[in-house]
């Protein structure tokens, strides 16, 4: 597991624990309770759930552009890149489709029926606080891949460092004969 993985997934884990400790410090909850504030959370949770729809499926196609760029460069990336980008598309999608399916159990009348036992909210409420804060983590960790990746070729294409963890060994090996060659100039150019 490369470098950008892991930042993302360490930012994503973090944030999830945060996002939950802040569902746990409310405490115990009575069923009454915990529908009142299922009731007031879910119009938040509706929110989340759709930002998390619209910002991941446009960093879908953004990625897109970003194989676009490492497709058109100059220099040769080595296949761990491609892997990272395909590692990102199929997170990318998994929290589209958890979205969209967190959004669709949201907006079933839960708090409206009299059929549910008041017990059952308070289930009922973690498991949608646990599910935004995954879907949130997720989010973070999406973002975090996507500015790794994106980071790396800017400095590969924008800046032309010629010596990067992505570029193949060929591009390093030429980048030291260049060097080789600059210098033995400068030497010339000294005596």
């Known amino acids: 597991m490369n470098i950008v993985i892991k930042r993302a997934l360490v930012g994503g884990i973090v944030s999830t624990i945060v996002m939950g400790t802040g569902a746990f410090i409310l405490g115990e909850l009575s ?7 299922l009731s007031s959370s879910l119009s938040g949770i509706n929110m989340l759930c759709n930002t998390v729809i619209l910002g991941a499926t446009t960093i879908l196609a ?5 194989f676009s760029l490492s497709r058109s460069s100059k220099s040769s990336l ?6 990272n980008v395909l590692t990102m598309a199929k997170a990318d999608t998994i929290l589209i489709i958890a979205a969209i399916i967190t959004f669709l159990m949201m907006n079933l009348p839960i708090t409206e029926s009299d059929e549910v036992p008041n017990s059952w909210f308070v289930i009922i409420y973690y498991v949608t606080l646990g599910l935004a804060s995954i879907l949130g983590g997720g989010f973070i960790a999406i973002v975090t891949m996507l500015y790794g990746t994106i980071a790396s070729i800017i400095l ?3 800046i032309g460092v010629k010596s990067h963890p ?8 030429d980048a030291i004969d260049q060097k080789e060659e600059e210098q033995k100039e400068e030497e010339a150019r000294n005596n």
């Open 31 to 37: 069923g009454y309770k915990a529908k009142e504030l």
């Open 62 to 66: 953004l990625m897109l552009t970003v």
């Open 78 to 83: 080595t296949t761990a890149h491609y892997k």
């Open 156 to 158: 590969i294409v924008g």
């Open 166 to 173: 992505i570029l193949k060994e060929k591009n390093v090996n």
